[in-house]
C-alpha cells in the first residue's frame, strides 16, 4: 500500500446511544488514522467512549439503541456502507479483536480447538486436517505449553493469561492486518501483562498487523505505543507521537493524568510528593456540552472554554491538542 | 516502644475441598500458610504479591470473618482469634475495613447519613442526637464529602464519592486501623489520586494504622511505608519501602517490580519475564515455592523450602540465595533504575 494512504481512516466518528433519559454521545466526533504495521494507543478514564469507538470500528455496536455516523475507510472501504454479510467477511480476517475479559468472547462449550478451526474454516476455506494443523501452530506461535493437549479443552480450563493468549490466536490465526486490542491486559496481573504485552509486540514485528490499543494505563501506553490519542468525554483532546507526548503534554487534561498516576521510584526521591488530583469528574455525556468538554475540570478555564469548543490545532509537529490556552511550539528549523 | 498494635503470629487459612462421592474433603487451599507480621499504630504496611496468593484471606483473617486453620491474631497485646462473636464485638470496633468495590458493601436501601450513623450507634460512641449530628458531620467533612451527600442514595454517586462513603463509615466507627482491601484499585486515575492523597492525610491527622492490600505497586510504593511481598500464601519478603522498592533481594520481587509498565517510554529497563503462571495453592511445589518460575533456582531450592530470615536490619528475605555464605550471590538480585 502507498505510504499515503493510510490503513485505516475514521473521518467524524459520531456513536450515540438512546436512553431513557437522553441521548448518549458516547462517541463525538472523533478523527483518527492508522497506517500500515503502526500502533495507536487510545487512552482516557472509564466512559469516555474507547470501547464505543473500538465497537463502531468493527460494527458490533447494538443498533439500536446506538447510531453510528461519519466514515469509517478501511483499506479504502467505508465499512459503514457495507452489508452485515460483507462486514461478516472483514471481521476476524483483515480486522480482527481482543477484549478484556476472553471469558466473554471465548464461547464455553466449544473447545479451544474448534473455536481455532472454525475461524480458520470460516475465512480460509482449508480443510478439516489444516485446519486442525494451523490451529496447533498457532497455539504454538502464542507460547501455550502442551498446545495439542490444550485443543480438546474448554476456556474455563484455562487461567486468565492462558485465555487471553487463545483469544490472540484467534484473533491472529487469519493474519489481519489491523487488531484492535480493548484493554487486553487489564484483568491481568502484571507479571501475566508483561507476558502478553511481549506476545503481542513480538507478533505485530512479525505478522505486520497494525494495532489499536485501548487502555487506561499510561505505563502500557508508554510501553508499546508509537501513537497516542487522549479521549475524554467523547471527544479526542490530544494526539501525538508517544515520547512527545509523555515529555510535553499538551492538554491540561492530559497533563492532569500523566501528574495524577503515581510512578515507581518517585516516592524515593521525595518523600513528600503528592499526586495531582483532578478535581471533579467526568461530565454526563446525555448533556450536549458547549464548549470546551473539560472546562468543568480545569485549573486553565476561562470564558472562551466554557462558550466555544476549542479545535484540534497543531501544537507542535505531529501533536495536535483541542485547549484554547495550550502553547503552540514554534516549528523547528 | 510498646507492643505494636497488630501482631499476626504463624497465620494458617486452608480451605478445604469437599469431593468425591461422600462429600469428604479431597484436598485443600493453601490460601494462607504461615505468614507473620505485625502493624504499629500510625504505619502502613502494605501486602502485596499476584491475585490469588492470599492476601485477601489475611485481611479477612484479621478481621475474624472465618476461624482460621492455625496461628494467632493479637490486637494491642490481646488474643481476639479465639473469641466469641459477642467478646469480639468491641474489639472489632478497632479495625475496620474499606473494600474494592464500595458499592457492594454500601446498603443500597440506606441514606448516606444512616450508612455513616449505623457505626456510631452500634458502638455506642454518641452520647445524645446532637452528638451524633455532630459525628455524623465531621466524618463527612474529614473524607470531603459535600454536607449535601448526607440525604442521598449511594447509587447517585461516581464510584470515586462511593469510595469515600465507605472510608466515612470505616471511620466513623473511631478505628485503630483500617484495612483496605484493594481500596483504590478500581478506580480511574485522576479520582485514584484523590482517594490515595485522602488516605494519607487522613493517616497522619488521624494516626491510623493501614493494612494496605493493593496489586498495584506504583501506588504501594507511594502510600507505604512497609511492604510484605506475597506469594503461595507466604511472605517472601517484608521491608522497609526504599529497600523493598530500591533493593529487592527476593527474586520474585524484583520480577514483580520489573513487570511493571513506567509511563515513561524508550526507558530501557531490564526485564525479569517470569514464565508461566502461578502454581496452583492445592498442589504446592516441593522445597521453595517459586522455584518453578525464579530465573536463579538451583538444586536446593526444589527440596528445601527456604525460611523467612533477617536479611539485614528490619530486612526479611525467604530464599536460599539469602543464607550466610552465599551472600555474594545476592548481588543477582534485578533492581530498578
Ligand atoms: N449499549 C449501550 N447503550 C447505551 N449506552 C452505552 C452502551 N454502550 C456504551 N454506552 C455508553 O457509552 C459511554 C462510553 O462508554 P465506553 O466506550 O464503554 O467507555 P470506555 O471504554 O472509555 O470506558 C458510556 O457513557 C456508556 O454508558
Ligand atoms: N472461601 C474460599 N474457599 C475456597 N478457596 C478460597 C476461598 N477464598 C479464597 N480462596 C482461595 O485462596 C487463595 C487466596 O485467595 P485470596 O486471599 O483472595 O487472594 P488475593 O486476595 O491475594 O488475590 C486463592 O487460591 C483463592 O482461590
Ligand atoms: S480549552 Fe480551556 S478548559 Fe479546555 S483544556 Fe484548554 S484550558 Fe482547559
Ligand atoms: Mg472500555
Ligand atoms: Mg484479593
Known sequence: MPDSLPLLEVVDLQTHFRTPDGINRAVDGVSFTVKAGETLAVVGESGCGKSVTAMSLLRLVPEPPGKIAGRILFQGRDLLALTEREMKAIRGKELSMIFQEPMTSLNPVLTIGFQLRETLRLHEKVDRRTAERRAIELLDLVGIPESRRRMSEYPHQLSGGMRQRVMIAIALACSPKLLIADEPTTALDVTIQAQILDLMTDLKRRIGAAIVLITHDLGVVAEVAERVMVMYAGRKVEEAPVADLFRAPKHPYTQGLLGAVPRLGASLLDAESKLLEIPGVVPSLKQRIVGCVFAGRCPHATDICREAMPALDVKAPNHIAACHHAATEPAAA | ?337
Open chain 2, 1 to 337: 516502644m510498646s507492643r505494636p498494635l497488630l501482631e499476626v503470629n504463624d497465620l494458617k487459612k486452608y480451605f478445604p475441598i469437599k469431593g468425591g462421592l461422600l462429600g469428604g474433603i479431597k484436598a485443600q487451599v493453601h490460601a494462607v500458610d504461615g505468614v507473620s507480621f505485625h502493624v504499629s499504630r500510625g504505619e502502613t504496611l502494605s501486602l502485596v504479591g499476584e491475585s490469588g496468593c492470599g492476601k485477601s484471606t489475611v485481611g479477612r483473617a484479621i478481621l475474624g470473618l472465618f476461624d482460621i486453620t492455625a496461628g494467632q491474631v493479637v490486637l494491642d497485646g490481646k488474643r481476639i482469634d479465639q473469641l466469641s462473636a459477642r467478646v469480639l464485638r468491641p474489639l472489632r470496633r478497632r479495625m475496620q475495613v474499606v473494600f474494592q468495590d464500595p458499592f457492594s458493601s454500601l446498603n443500597p436501601r440506606m441514606k448516606v447519613r444512616d450508612i455513616i450513623a449505623e457505626p456510631v450507634r452500634n458502638f455506642g460512641l454518641a452520647t445524645s442526637k446532637a452528638d451524633l449530628e455532630h459525628k455524623i458531620r465531621a466524618v463527612a467533612e474529614l473524607v470531603r464529602l459535600p454536607q449535601d451527600a448526607l440525604g442521598r442514595w449511594p447509587h447517585e454517586f461516581s464510584g470515586g464519592q462511593r469510595q469515600r462513603i465507605g472510608i466515612a463509615r470505616a471511620l466513623a466507627a473511631e478505628p485503630d486501623l483500617i484495612i483496605c482491601d484493594e481500596a483504590v484499585s478500581a478506580l480511574d486515575v485522576s479520582v485514584k489520586a484523590q482517594i490515595v492523597n485522602l488516605l494519607q492525610e487522613l493517616q497522619k491527622q488521624l494516626g491510623l494504622a493501614l493494612l494496605f492490600i493493593s496489586h498495584d505497586l506504583a501506588v504501594v510504593e507511594h502510600m507505604t511505608h512497609r511492604v510484605a511481598v506475597m506469594y503461595l500464601g507466604r511472605i517472601v519478603e517484608m521491608a522497609p519501602k526504599r529497600e523493598i522498592f530500591a533493593a529487592p533481594r527476593h527474586p520474585y520481587t524484583s520480577a514483580l517490580l520489573s513487570a511493571v509498565p513506567v509511563p515513561e517510554p524508550a526507558t530501557d529497563r531490564r526485564r525479569v519475564v517470569l514464565k508461566g503462571d502461578v502454581p496452583s495453592p492445592i498442589n504446592l511445589p516441593s522445597g521453595c515455592r517459586f522455584h518453578t518460575r525464579c530465573p536463579y533456582a538451583f538444586d536446593r531450592c526444589r527440596v528445601e523450602d527456604p525460611e523467612l530470615r533477617l536479611s539485614d536490619k528490619d530486612h526479611f528475605v525467604a530464599c536460599h540465595l539469602q543464607q550466610p555464605g552465599l551472600a555474594g550471590v545476592a548481588g543477582v538480585a534485578v533492581g530498578q533504575d
